[in-house]
């Protein structure tokens, strides 16, 4: 059982340049979020969806939209993306998706650079 | 708005010494709290969890204490080893359909 698997480790990427972070678990977790972690902010959460085919926005959601078209697969897209948007990127998944909330398991992260 | 912080950014323990990092919220309808431990490189990982409903629970060398009345939380950890070195993120959810709000973390640092 792999968990949660997120690509890819680490990207260099162009401004205004369009990219896809993906995650998947394989533990048919109903919820999955999606984290941003910059030095001196802790994790803050982007979006996230409660069960499969339903999301909702976190704390920092501008610049980003995700999908949940089933339940392992939760794409993170940066449509444009800018500098600000360097940052580590994680996923994570959580059983129960409502109340009460369930502890979450992350993956390894994506490292994201932008020029 | 309502958050969750830690009072102490660092902290330098001597191995074999215990280790307690505390975390204040201010969030009173919160009734759910995780500790997480993060290695550098790597994604956070669960530690331990407790419900408004208790006031103490251990799990192997580690114990976190929910203090309702002033909303503080800490997490002790009996005899510090080196593979302890990482940094702390207590984070805190309320009943509901709402996501875990983390606070910024704590660096603990084991001096051999």
């Known amino acids: 059982i792999a968990g949660i698997t997120q690509a890819p480790t680490s990207q260099i990427l162009a401004a205004g340049r369009r990219m896809t972070l993906r995650c998947t678990q394989d533990m048919r977790h109903n919820a999955m979020y999606w984290y941003r972690q910059d030095l001196g902010l802790g994790l803050r959460l982007i979006h996230y969806?409660?069960?499969?085919?339903?999301?909702g926005k976190g704390e920092v959601p501008d610049g980003y939209s995700v999908s949940r078209a089933n339940t392992d697969d939760f794409p993170l897209t940066l449509a444009s993306a800018v500098p600000s948007q360097t940052s580590v990127y994680f996923c994570?998944?959580?059983?129960?998706?409502?109340?009460?909330?369930?502890?979450?398991?992350f993956g390894p992260g994506t490292r994201l650079t932008v020029l | 708005g309502e958050s969750v912080g830690l009072h102490l950014p660092t902290l330098s323990v001597q191995e074999g010494d215990n280790s307690i990092i505390n975390c204040a919220y201010s969030n009173s309808a919160s009734d759910y709290f995780i500790w997480y431990k993060q290695e550098s490189g790597k994604g956070p990982q669960f530690i331990i969890d407790?419900?408004?409903?208790?006031d103490k629970r251990q799990g192997q060398r580690v114990t976190v204490l929910l203090n309702k009345t002033v909303k503080h939380l800490s997490l002790q950890i009996a005899a510090t080893q080196p593979g302890d070195s990482a940094v702390y993120f207590c984070a805190e959810n309320m009943a509901g359909n709402t996501p875990l709000v983390f606070g910024k973390g704590t660096r603990l640092s084991v001096i051999a």
């Open positions: 407790i419900r408004s409903n208790m």
């Open positions: 969806s409660n069960t499969a085919g339903t999301t």
């Open positions: 994570a998944s959580s059983d129960s998706g409502g109340a009460p909330v369930d502890t979450q398991y």
